[in-house]
């Protein structure tokens, strides 16, 4: 949870431009929160690479998975994680993006 508060509240709504790509992090107002990396698309649009919507149980601090969305793989994944296998995918990527967010943001 260290590293996910780290995250949280050393990023914001506005996409930040570091080394390789466009993070951001948007908050909901409800708990709920969306983690994106990002590249430059076509006419001047950000193709998520993934964006992961979870919410943080106020209490026990425990994360659902709400959408995953990577719009530069092929084929496109957007789903609402609801199998096993698809919150343990969402876990697994959601391990390395929230790694991939700290360690930028670590050596900046």
Known sequence: MDQLEFVLTHFGA???????GYYRVQDFGDGSYELEFSTAGYCSTFDSHPAIKFRIDAETKAVTFLLYRDMVV??????????????TFVQGRFDQLLAKFHQVKQAT
Do not use: H, Q, V
Not at 14 to 20: A, I, P, V
Not at 74 to 87: L, T, V, Y
């Open 14 to 20: 506005s996409r930040e431009y570091l080394d390789n």
């Open 74 to 87: 092929s084929p496109i994944k957007f789903f609402k994680p609801e199998s096993e296998a698809d919150i």
